[in-house]
Protein backbone atom coordinates (compact mmCIF):
# COMPACT_ATOMS: atom_id res chain seq x y z
CA UNK A 1 0.00 0.00 0.00
CA UNK A 2 1.18 3.35 -0.75
CA UNK A 3 1.29 6.18 1.57
CA UNK A 4 0.68 8.89 -0.59
CA UNK A 5 -0.63 11.60 1.90
CA UNK A 6 -0.30 15.10 0.08
CA UNK A 7 -1.80 13.53 -2.63
CA UNK A 8 -4.94 12.00 -1.23
CA UNK A 9 -5.78 14.73 1.48
CA UNK A 10 -7.32 16.95 -1.35
CA UNK A 11 -9.66 13.97 -2.28
CA UNK A 12 -10.44 13.86 1.52
CA UNK A 13 -11.75 17.14 2.13
CA UNK A 14 -14.40 17.08 -0.57
CA UNK A 15 -15.60 13.37 -0.15
CA UNK A 16 -15.30 13.64 4.37
CA UNK A 17 -15.23 16.85 5.65
CA UNK A 18 -17.77 19.76 5.39
CA UNK A 19 -17.34 22.09 3.23
CA UNK A 20 -16.79 25.48 5.35
CA UNK A 21 -14.15 23.31 7.56
CA UNK A 22 -12.01 21.84 3.96
CA UNK A 23 -9.06 24.60 4.53
CA UNK A 24 -7.93 22.52 7.63
CA UNK A 25 -5.76 20.20 7.06
CA UNK A 26 -6.73 16.64 7.70
CA UNK A 27 -3.56 15.10 9.28
CA UNK A 28 -3.90 18.54 11.54
CA UNK A 29 -6.81 17.47 13.23
CA UNK A 30 -5.92 13.79 13.88
CA UNK A 31 -2.41 14.64 15.34
CA UNK A 32 -4.47 16.89 17.33
CA UNK A 33 -7.07 13.98 18.68
CA UNK A 34 -4.01 11.87 19.55
CA UNK A 35 -1.73 14.72 21.18
CA UNK A 36 -4.30 15.74 23.25
CA UNK A 37 -5.06 11.67 24.65
CA UNK A 38 -1.45 11.49 25.06
CA UNK A 39 -1.11 14.76 27.10
CA UNK A 40 -4.10 14.29 29.25
CA UNK A 41 -2.59 10.91 30.14
CA UNK A 42 -5.81 8.92 28.82
CA UNK A 43 -3.42 6.61 26.61
CA UNK A 44 0.36 5.35 26.30
CA UNK A 45 0.39 5.44 22.99
CA UNK A 46 -1.04 4.67 20.05
CA UNK A 47 -0.40 3.38 16.03
CA UNK A 48 -2.93 5.35 13.71
CA UNK A 49 -3.98 4.57 10.37
CA UNK A 50 -6.22 5.87 7.82
CA UNK A 51 -6.81 4.29 4.23
CA UNK A 52 -9.17 5.93 1.81
CA UNK A 53 -9.90 3.75 -1.67
CA UNK A 54 -6.56 2.00 -0.42
CA UNK A 55 -4.37 4.83 -0.11
CA UNK A 56 -2.92 5.27 3.26
CA UNK A 57 -3.41 8.88 3.83
CA UNK A 58 -2.58 9.12 7.38
CA UNK A 59 -0.19 7.08 9.40
CA UNK A 60 0.87 7.65 12.78
CA UNK A 61 3.08 5.93 15.63
CA UNK A 62 3.69 8.19 18.68
CA UNK A 63 3.76 7.65 22.67
CA UNK A 64 5.65 4.46 24.10
CA UNK A 65 5.21 1.16 23.57
CA UNK A 66 6.61 0.70 27.01
CA UNK A 67 6.14 3.46 29.62
CA UNK A 68 8.85 2.67 32.37
CA UNK A 69 11.52 1.46 29.52
CA UNK A 70 11.11 4.49 27.40
CA UNK A 71 10.89 2.51 24.22
CA UNK A 72 8.74 4.47 22.02
CA UNK A 73 5.55 3.24 20.01
CA UNK A 74 6.72 2.14 16.27
CA UNK A 75 4.06 1.07 12.89
CA UNK A 76 5.52 -2.53 13.08
CA UNK A 77 5.24 -2.49 16.96
CA UNK A 78 2.84 -5.57 18.00
CA UNK A 79 -0.03 -5.49 20.22
CA UNK A 80 -1.91 -7.98 21.76
CA UNK A 81 -5.36 -7.67 20.18
CA UNK A 82 -8.02 -8.79 21.96
CA UNK A 83 -11.60 -8.73 20.01
CA UNK A 84 -9.83 -7.76 16.39
CA UNK A 85 -9.36 -11.42 16.59
CA UNK A 86 -13.28 -11.49 15.95
CA UNK A 87 -13.34 -10.72 12.57
CA UNK A 88 -10.41 -12.90 11.72
CA UNK A 89 -11.88 -15.85 12.84
CA UNK A 90 -15.24 -14.92 11.13
CA UNK A 91 -13.68 -14.52 7.74
CA UNK A 92 -11.91 -18.28 8.84
CA UNK A 93 -15.17 -20.00 9.01
CA UNK A 94 -16.75 -18.40 6.13
CA UNK A 95 -13.87 -20.19 4.29
CA UNK A 96 -15.33 -23.41 5.31
CA UNK A 97 -18.62 -22.58 4.56
CA UNK A 98 -17.82 -21.35 1.32
CA UNK A 99 -16.36 -24.49 0.40
CA UNK A 100 -19.22 -26.47 2.34
CA UNK A 101 -17.32 -27.96 4.74
CA UNK A 102 -19.51 -26.34 7.43
CA UNK A 103 -22.64 -25.57 7.61
CA UNK A 104 -24.35 -21.64 9.35
CA UNK A 105 -27.08 -23.72 10.57
CA UNK A 106 -25.47 -26.75 11.95
CA UNK A 107 -26.09 -28.01 15.24
CA UNK A 108 -22.99 -27.24 17.41
CA UNK A 109 -23.02 -30.76 18.38
CA UNK A 110 -22.30 -32.01 14.99
CA UNK A 111 -18.74 -30.77 15.94
CA UNK A 112 -18.58 -30.92 19.43
CA UNK A 113 -21.00 -33.66 20.56
CA UNK A 114 -20.35 -33.00 24.75
CA UNK A 115 -21.52 -28.91 24.00
CA UNK A 116 -24.75 -28.82 25.51
CA UNK A 117 -25.37 -25.77 27.61
CA UNK A 118 -29.28 -25.84 28.93
CA UNK A 119 -31.82 -23.30 30.11
CA UNK A 120 -32.12 -22.34 33.24
CA UNK A 121 -35.37 -24.70 33.14
CA UNK A 122 -32.82 -27.69 33.05
CA UNK A 123 -34.23 -28.09 28.57
CA UNK A 124 -31.43 -28.26 26.40
CA UNK A 125 -32.08 -26.38 22.91
CA UNK A 126 -30.28 -26.38 19.61
CA UNK A 127 -27.04 -24.06 19.32
CA UNK A 128 -26.01 -23.34 15.41
CA UNK A 129 -23.26 -22.49 14.41
CA UNK A 130 -25.12 -18.65 12.76
CA UNK A 131 -26.15 -18.39 16.41
CA UNK A 132 -22.54 -18.38 17.61
CA UNK A 133 -21.22 -15.94 15.06
CA UNK A 134 -23.98 -13.67 15.61
CA UNK A 135 -23.35 -13.94 19.27
CA UNK A 136 -27.50 -15.00 19.77
CA UNK A 137 -26.38 -18.08 21.18
CA UNK A 138 -27.53 -17.43 24.89
CA UNK A 139 -24.06 -17.38 25.72
CA UNK A 140 -22.26 -15.01 27.56
CA UNK A 141 -18.87 -13.34 28.74
CA UNK A 142 -17.67 -13.07 32.44
CA UNK A 143 -16.74 -9.64 32.33
CA UNK A 144 -20.27 -8.48 31.26
CA UNK A 145 -21.93 -10.56 33.95
CA UNK A 146 -22.38 -9.34 37.27
CA UNK A 147 -19.94 -11.06 39.94
CA UNK A 148 -20.84 -13.54 41.65
CA UNK A 149 -23.02 -15.07 38.94
CA UNK A 150 -22.29 -18.46 37.46
CA UNK A 151 -19.35 -17.13 35.02
CA UNK A 152 -17.42 -15.88 38.04
CA UNK A 153 -18.12 -19.04 40.35
CA UNK A 154 -17.25 -21.24 37.48
CA UNK A 155 -13.85 -19.09 36.91
CA UNK A 156 -14.79 -19.20 33.02
CA UNK A 157 -12.17 -17.60 31.08
CA UNK A 158 -12.56 -14.89 28.43
CA UNK A 159 -9.62 -15.71 26.60
CA UNK A 160 -7.79 -12.70 28.12
CA UNK A 161 -6.47 -14.27 31.46
CA UNK A 162 -5.34 -17.27 32.70
CA UNK A 163 -2.20 -18.44 31.06
CA UNK A 164 -2.31 -22.40 30.12
CA UNK A 165 -5.58 -22.86 30.17
CA UNK A 166 -6.56 -25.63 27.81
CA UNK A 167 -9.86 -24.69 25.20
CA UNK A 168 -11.36 -28.06 26.48
CA UNK A 169 -11.08 -27.03 30.12
CA UNK A 170 -12.79 -23.30 29.93
CA UNK A 171 -15.61 -25.46 27.46
CA UNK A 172 -16.51 -28.07 30.48
CA UNK A 173 -17.06 -24.83 32.60
CA UNK A 174 -18.99 -22.71 29.83
CA UNK A 175 -21.28 -25.86 29.15
CA UNK A 176 -21.84 -26.06 33.14
CA UNK A 177 -23.07 -21.90 33.19
CA UNK A 178 -26.87 -21.51 32.30
CA UNK A 179 -27.53 -20.26 29.12
CA UNK A 180 -29.29 -16.94 29.45
CA UNK A 181 -31.89 -16.88 26.83
CA UNK A 182 -33.38 -19.30 23.98
CA UNK A 183 -30.88 -19.65 21.05
CA UNK A 184 -31.85 -16.94 18.81
CA UNK A 185 -33.84 -15.20 20.69
CA UNK A 186 -31.87 -12.03 21.62
CA UNK A 187 -28.42 -10.82 21.21
CA UNK A 188 -25.22 -10.82 24.09
CA UNK A 189 -21.80 -10.50 23.38
CA UNK A 190 -19.81 -14.07 24.14
CA UNK A 191 -17.50 -16.51 23.72
CA UNK A 192 -18.93 -18.11 21.02
CA UNK A 193 -16.13 -17.12 19.14
CA UNK A 194 -14.17 -19.34 21.48
CA UNK A 195 -16.35 -21.87 20.74
CA UNK A 196 -16.27 -21.79 16.56
CA UNK A 197 -12.55 -22.09 17.23
CA UNK A 198 -12.58 -25.15 18.41
CA UNK A 199 -15.23 -26.27 15.47
CA UNK A 200 -13.04 -24.50 13.08
CA UNK A 201 -10.15 -26.91 14.03
CA UNK A 202 -12.01 -29.93 14.71
CA UNK A 203 -13.21 -29.38 10.92
CA UNK A 204 -9.55 -28.34 9.34
CA UNK A 205 -8.20 -31.79 11.78
CA UNK A 206 -5.58 -28.71 12.68
CA UNK A 207 -5.37 -26.06 15.52
CA UNK A 208 -6.77 -22.86 15.37
CA UNK A 209 -3.63 -21.09 15.13
CA UNK A 210 -2.75 -23.34 11.91
CA UNK A 211 -5.90 -22.69 10.42
CA UNK A 212 -6.18 -19.34 10.03
CA UNK A 213 -2.52 -19.02 8.92
CA UNK A 214 -3.62 -21.25 6.08
CA UNK A 215 -6.66 -19.85 5.37
CA UNK A 216 -6.46 -16.13 5.90
CA UNK A 217 -2.47 -14.95 6.77
CA UNK A 218 -0.51 -16.26 4.42
CA UNK A 219 -3.46 -15.71 1.17
CA UNK A 220 -3.32 -11.93 2.24
CA UNK A 221 0.48 -12.15 2.98
CA UNK A 222 -0.01 -10.91 6.80
CA UNK A 223 2.92 -11.82 8.28
CA UNK A 224 3.06 -9.73 11.90
CA UNK A 225 -0.63 -11.57 12.52
CA UNK A 226 -0.67 -14.52 14.78
CA UNK A 227 -1.23 -16.21 18.16
CA UNK A 228 1.99 -16.35 19.26
CA UNK A 229 4.63 -13.21 19.32
CA UNK A 230 7.79 -14.26 16.97
CA UNK A 231 9.86 -11.84 19.06
CA UNK A 232 8.43 -10.52 22.43
CA UNK A 233 10.61 -7.45 22.32
CA UNK A 234 8.11 -5.59 19.80
CA UNK A 235 5.15 -6.54 21.82
CA UNK A 236 3.49 -3.66 23.33
CA UNK A 237 3.24 -2.97 27.37
CA UNK A 238 -0.80 -3.11 27.61
CA UNK A 239 -2.01 -0.45 30.54
CA UNK A 240 -5.11 -0.04 31.94
CA UNK A 241 -7.12 3.76 33.03
CA UNK A 242 -5.78 5.00 35.68
CA UNK A 243 -5.39 8.71 37.58
CA UNK A 244 -3.13 10.81 37.44
CA UNK A 245 -1.93 7.93 34.70
CA UNK A 246 -2.80 4.37 33.10
CA UNK A 247 -1.71 1.55 35.22
CA UNK A 248 1.09 -1.13 33.89
CA UNK A 249 -0.77 -3.90 33.48
CA UNK A 250 0.39 -7.35 35.02
CA UNK A 251 -1.23 -10.64 35.24
CA UNK A 252 -4.01 -11.34 37.35
CA UNK A 253 -5.25 -7.33 36.92
CA UNK A 254 -8.54 -6.89 37.05
CA UNK A 255 -10.04 -3.47 35.30
CA UNK A 256 -13.63 -2.25 35.84
CA UNK A 257 -15.97 -2.19 32.77
CA UNK A 258 -19.99 -1.61 32.88
CA UNK A 259 -21.40 -3.18 36.26
CA UNK A 260 -18.64 -5.95 35.72
CA UNK A 261 -15.19 -6.51 35.13
CA UNK A 262 -12.67 -7.60 32.32
CA UNK A 263 -9.74 -9.75 33.90
CA UNK A 264 -6.27 -9.37 32.16
CA UNK A 265 -3.01 -11.14 32.07
CA UNK A 266 -0.65 -9.99 29.67
CA UNK A 267 1.50 -13.07 30.35
CA UNK A 268 -1.10 -15.40 28.12
CA UNK A 269 0.17 -14.05 25.16
CA UNK A 270 3.66 -15.16 25.60
CA UNK A 271 2.85 -18.79 27.45
CA UNK A 272 2.44 -21.20 24.67
CA UNK A 273 0.12 -23.68 26.43
CA UNK A 274 -1.99 -21.19 26.79
CA UNK A 275 -5.43 -21.96 24.58
CA UNK A 276 -5.71 -19.51 21.30
CA UNK A 277 -9.23 -18.20 21.90
CA UNK A 278 -11.40 -17.29 18.46
CA UNK A 279 -12.50 -14.09 20.10
CA UNK A 280 -9.58 -12.78 22.02
CA UNK A 281 -6.49 -14.32 21.17
CA UNK A 282 -4.48 -12.62 18.19
CA UNK A 283 -1.28 -10.51 18.08
CA UNK A 284 -0.39 -8.23 15.49
CA UNK A 285 0.50 -4.70 13.93
CA UNK A 286 -2.11 -1.70 12.87
CA UNK A 287 -0.47 -2.30 9.38
CA UNK A 288 -1.90 -6.15 9.20
CA UNK A 289 -5.25 -5.20 10.47
CA UNK A 290 -5.47 -2.33 8.00
CA UNK A 291 -4.37 -4.80 4.88
CA UNK A 292 -7.15 -7.37 6.21
CA UNK A 293 -9.95 -4.79 7.01
CA UNK A 294 -9.16 -3.27 3.02
CA UNK A 295 -9.56 -7.35 1.84
CA UNK A 296 -12.87 -6.87 3.55
CA UNK A 297 -13.90 -3.37 1.74
CA UNK A 298 -12.91 -4.79 -1.61
CA UNK A 299 -14.79 -7.40 -1.61
CA UNK A 300 -12.84 -10.63 0.07
CA UNK A 301 -9.54 -10.23 -1.95
CA UNK A 302 -7.55 -13.63 -2.09
CA UNK A 303 -9.68 -14.78 0.89
CA UNK A 304 -13.86 -14.94 0.25
CA UNK A 305 -16.16 -14.27 -2.27
CA UNK A 306 -17.93 -11.03 -2.95
CA UNK A 307 -21.18 -12.92 -2.28
CA UNK A 308 -19.82 -13.94 0.83
CA UNK A 309 -18.79 -10.36 1.91
CA UNK A 310 -22.12 -9.03 0.70
CA UNK A 311 -23.67 -11.56 3.44
CA UNK A 312 -20.78 -10.47 6.26
CA UNK A 313 -21.76 -7.19 6.17
CA UNK A 314 -25.43 -7.66 6.23
CA UNK A 315 -27.15 -6.45 9.44
CA UNK A 316 -28.08 -10.26 10.52
CA UNK A 317 -29.28 -9.56 14.16
CA UNK A 318 -31.48 -6.46 14.01
CA UNK A 319 -32.02 -3.27 16.96
CA UNK A 320 -31.77 -6.13 19.51
CA UNK A 321 -28.21 -5.99 19.09
CA UNK A 322 -27.49 -2.85 19.73
CA UNK A 323 -24.05 -3.65 19.84
CA UNK A 324 -22.71 0.16 19.37
CA UNK A 325 -25.67 1.73 20.88
CA UNK A 326 -28.67 3.05 19.04
CA UNK A 327 -28.82 2.76 15.11
CA UNK A 328 -26.20 -0.15 15.37
CA UNK A 329 -26.68 -4.14 14.31
CA UNK A 330 -24.54 -6.95 13.81
CA UNK A 331 -23.13 -8.80 11.21
CA UNK A 332 -20.99 -11.86 11.01
CA UNK A 333 -17.68 -10.36 12.49
CA UNK A 334 -18.50 -6.75 13.27
CA UNK A 335 -21.31 -4.13 14.81
CA UNK A 336 -23.06 -2.63 11.13
CA UNK A 337 -24.42 0.86 11.28
CA UNK A 338 -28.08 0.74 9.84
CA UNK A 339 -29.33 4.35 11.30
CA UNK A 340 -26.26 6.52 11.33
CA UNK A 341 -28.81 9.96 12.19
CA UNK A 342 -30.34 7.46 15.12
CA UNK A 343 -26.71 6.46 16.41
CA UNK A 344 -25.67 10.16 15.44
CA UNK A 345 -22.67 8.92 13.47
CA UNK A 346 -21.64 11.03 10.91
CA UNK A 347 -20.17 7.34 9.25
CA UNK A 348 -22.28 6.27 6.40
CA UNK A 349 -25.17 3.62 6.69
CA UNK A 350 -23.39 -0.03 6.43
CA UNK A 351 -20.34 1.23 8.76
CA UNK A 352 -18.66 -1.57 10.22
CA UNK A 353 -17.39 -1.65 13.20
CA UNK A 354 -15.08 -3.40 16.70
CA UNK A 355 -12.65 -2.81 19.27
CA UNK A 356 -10.68 -4.60 21.62
CA UNK A 357 -10.14 -4.48 24.83
CA UNK A 358 -6.53 -3.76 25.22
CA UNK A 359 -7.61 -0.64 23.89
CA UNK A 360 -8.05 -0.69 19.99
CA UNK A 361 -11.11 0.78 17.78
CA UNK A 362 -11.57 0.34 13.84
CA UNK A 363 -14.14 0.71 11.34
CA UNK A 364 -14.94 0.40 7.71
CA UNK A 365 -17.12 3.42 6.25
CA UNK A 366 -17.76 1.37 2.66
CA UNK A 367 -19.55 4.52 0.95
CA UNK A 368 -16.67 6.68 1.88
CA UNK A 369 -14.12 4.10 0.90
CA UNK A 370 -12.88 4.42 4.31
CA UNK A 371 -10.74 2.57 6.70
CA UNK A 372 -9.44 3.60 9.94
CA UNK A 373 -7.61 1.47 12.43
CA UNK A 374 -6.47 3.13 15.64
CA UNK A 375 -4.25 1.20 18.21
CA UNK A 376 -3.58 1.78 21.72
CA UNK A 377 -2.13 0.37 24.71
CA UNK A 378 -4.39 1.40 26.81
CA UNK A 379 -7.83 -0.33 27.95
CA UNK A 380 -10.37 0.62 27.90
CA UNK A 381 -9.79 4.17 27.32
CA UNK A 382 -8.39 3.34 23.61
CA UNK A 383 -11.53 0.98 23.00
CA UNK A 384 -14.46 2.76 24.45
CA UNK A 385 -13.20 5.80 26.00
CA UNK A 386 -13.38 9.59 24.40
CA UNK A 387 -10.30 8.53 22.09
CA UNK A 388 -12.13 5.87 19.21
CA UNK A 389 -15.01 9.14 18.75
CA UNK A 390 -12.73 11.58 18.70
CA UNK A 391 -10.35 10.01 16.09
CA UNK A 392 -14.15 9.23 14.03
CA UNK A 393 -14.73 12.88 14.42
CA UNK A 394 -11.28 13.81 13.41
CA UNK A 395 -11.91 11.93 10.46
CA UNK A 396 -15.16 13.38 9.54
CA UNK A 397 -14.17 16.86 10.50
CA UNK A 398 -16.95 16.85 12.83
Do not use: C
Not at 42 to 63: F, K, N, S
Amino acid sequence: MKNNVLGALAGIALSVAPAAAQEVRFNERLDAVINRAIAEKRIVGAVVLVAQDGEVIYQRATGLSDREAAIPMKEDTVFRLASITKPIVSATLMRFVERGQIFLDDPVTRWLPDFRPHLEDGSEPVITVRQLLTHTSGLSYRFVEAPGGPYDQLNISDGLDQPGLRLQDNLDRLVKAPLLFRPGTNWRYSLGLDVLGAIIAKASGKSLPETVKEEILDPLHLENLGFVPSDTAQLATPYSDGRPEPVRMTDGIVVPILQSAARFAPGRALNSASYPSGGAGMIGTAVDVLRFLEAIRTGGGAILSRQTIAEMVKDQVGVQAQTQGPGWGFGYGWAVLDDPELAHSPQSRGTMQWGGAYGHSWFVDPVRKLTVVALTNTAFEGMSGAFPTDVRNAVYDR
